[in-house]
């Protein structure tokens, strides 16, 4: 019985934390249908901020996250004016910006990988924060997991919430479902893509600060977490935001208990097989289109 | 002066001209009618006028101010507002979110709740549908939704384009009398149809474009009883 209960409870901390890596990526490519390859060196970047503030400043990982949420919003405000602006107004045709918008992607998280690798290098690394062990109703677990398991549901919710209950997030839900139309309801769609920019890098940046308390990371610790991305979003629906927000906790909850089942180094097993299975079966998501 | 001054209007669209020095004007307050055949223009000239495609020379005045070099979204806040062609509502939004998008210019925002009501009392069929999800509604409540939401920015002109297309009769009536009770209102209203009897009898002023280029113009009651010009022209 406290084996199943460690099970669940591990599956839905790794879902609070891959539902809101989906949540950024599926927001950017519902509004503007481009598919951000660099989304886990986001992630990578967001953890070796949390890192390098926790050892060399003792700054608490709290604290950090609020900064590399900041920050990471920032960087991708800056990223969209530096280069997706220009591909924009540039681009004849949707097919011509997302092929490009690719090129993009895969370049920032090649530079990105280096960048860690150049100033961090390429070890391994962790740092210990919070790992006390908690007795929930029994079942032990450490006290940083269950608040990176809190706060990635608080984010999730409020994030859900802006979605759907604020002017902001509708037009964001307008856009997903008709760009062209939005302009004639004055909404000035650059300034939707931009607001997606910067709640999907900040997402990222803050799912790299919550794993950097209880996991390892290097600066290749991005694709696998691209990968689950790409999976949730795929699972919850494209552009279905709170599709995948309950995807991410399902993935969570299967490859945790299939895990258990079989063994660990079937994990990334597990999340293929669930990809082709929705791709075969329910290629529009277990949610279908429902945003 | 005219509400709407569009002079000399030249636009490319796919690298093929699609208007030719098209000129008109809209009277504040009237109902003005564009119709021609199939592929004259008449969207094309809609798409222009609400910002969507950029012409290649020519110009737009709107209210005595030029409108040209603005973008879709900056005309909705002067007050122009286009239901574009096959009604393009939000389909996974719910009924009323529809409207509030309708409503999303920050002009318009403060009284957005009273504009609600204004349209809710329009079309007593959407406050039913209220929290239905748009996309489940049939065509011609779609149709009323995608005006509804139109009105949601206050526009002082209201660009149609197609209205009445795909509707079954009885609902193009009703149609055509909400579109003249919404003139009436102060809504002047600039349209594109197919109907052309119908449009005919409520167009003050009505343009007739052929591949391009503004052939004829008229009061709607003078080419309705213009045999020539409705043979020529209209088809009719």
């Known amino acids: ?33 481009l598919l951000n390859v660099a989304h886990g060196e986001l992630i990578m970047f967001g953890a070796f901020a949390a890192y390098w503030m926790y050892t060399i400043n003792q700054l608490s990982p709290l604290f950090s996250l609020l900064l590399v949420a900041v920050g990471s919003a920032l960087f991708g405000i800056f990223i969209f004016f530096c280069l997706f602006n220009p591909l924009l107004k540039r681009s004849q045709s949707q097919d011509m910006m997302a092929a490009n918008s690719l090129l993009i992607f895969f370049a920032l998280s090649i530079i990105m990988q280096n960048i860690a690798v150049f100033f961090w290098g390429a070890n391994l690394r962790s740092y210990t924060y919070m ?23 608080v984010l ?32 000035n769609v650059n300034k939707i893509y931009i607001i997606s920019f910067a709640i999907s890098f900040a997402m990222a940046g803050v799912a790299g600060v919550l794993l950097s308390m209880y996991y390892v990371f290097s600066p290749f610790m991005g694709l696998p977490y691209t990968v689950i991305a790409f999976i949730v979003v795929i699972l919850g629906g494209m552009g279905n935001v709170g599709g995948s927000l309950l995807a991410g906790f399902i993935l969570g909850l299967v490859s945790s208990v299939g895990t258990a089942l079989t063994s660990p180094g079937l994990e990334s097993v597990i999340s293929y097989l669930i990809f082709i299975l929705v791709v075969l079966f329910k290629p529009k998501g277990i949610f279908g289109k429902g945003f | 002066m005219a509400l709407l001054e569009v002079k000399s209007l030249n636009v490319c669209y796919n690298g093929i001209q ?11 307050g009237t109902i003005t009618a564009l ?14 006028v609400a910002g969507l495609l950029k012409p290649a020379s020519g110009s737009i005045l709107f209210q005595g101010e030029a409108v040209t070099t603005l973008n879709a979204y900056q005309r909705v806040e002067k007050g122009i507002c286009l239901v574009p062609e096959g009604r393009r509502i ?49 065509g011609g409540e779609q149709q009323m939704l995608a005006i509804g939401r139109g009105l949601m920015s206050e526009p002082t002109l209201l660009m149609l384009d197609e209205p009445s297309i795909g509707l079954a009769p009885v609902i193009v009536n009703l149609l055509f009398d909400l579109i003249v009770g919404i003139n009436s209102k102060g809504v002047t209203i600039l349209m594109v149809e197919q109907n052309l009897q119908k449009t005919l009898e409520i167009a003050q002023k009505v343009y007739v474009l052929e591949t391009g280029k503004i052939v004829v113009e008229g009061r709607g009651e003078e080419l309705l009883c213009c045999d020539d010009i409705k043979k020529a022209y209209l088809g009719m």
């Open chain 1, 1 to 33: 019985m406290d084996a199943i209960a460690q099970v669940v409870l591990a599956g839905l901390i790794m879902g609070g934390v891959y539902a809101l890596i989906a949540l950024g990526l599926n927001l950017i490519y519902g509004t503007m249908r």
């Open chain 1, 131 to 153: 790992s006390k062990v908690i007795h929930l109703a029994g079942v032990p677990v450490t006290a940083n997991r269950l608040l990176s398991f809190a706060i990635g549901v």
């Open chain 1, 156 to 187: 999730c919710l409020g994030c859900y919430l802006l979605i759907q209950k604020t002017l902001v997030g509708k037009a964001i839900r307008a856009v997903i479902q008709d760009r062209e139309c939005c302009k004639l309801m004055g909404i």
């Open chain 2, 18 to 28: 699609a208007l030719w020095d098209v000129s008109f004007s809209v009277e504040a």
């Open chain 2, 35 to 48: 119709v021609g055949s199939n592929s004259s223009g008449k969207s094309t000239t809609m798409n222009t």
């Open chain 2, 90 to 138: 939000f389909p996974h939004l719910t009924v009323k979110e529809n409207l509030e998008i309708g409503s999303y210019v920050r002009r318009c925002r403060k009284h957005m709740r009273y504009s609600l009501e204004w349209v809710y009392e329009l079309f007593p069929r959407l406050k039913e549908r209220n929290n239905q999800a748009a996309g489940t509604l049939s």
